[in-house]
């Protein structure tokens, strides 16, 4: 784990769209939005 690895891990994993900090905001707010539709038709 030398100090070139880690900054050089970091960028790359941050960019990347898969990351959970970025996956979580994007896909909280659009469940909110199905959360009450689809709790109607279950209703």
């Known amino acids: 784990m030398t100090p070139t690895d880690t900054p050089t891990d ?6 990347q769209p898969h990351h959970p900090t970025t996956t979580r905001p994007t896909s909280v707010a659009p469940p909110a939005d199905v959360a009450p539709e689809l709790h109607d038709e279950d209703a």
């Open 10 to 15: 970091d960028p790359p994993d941050n960019d």
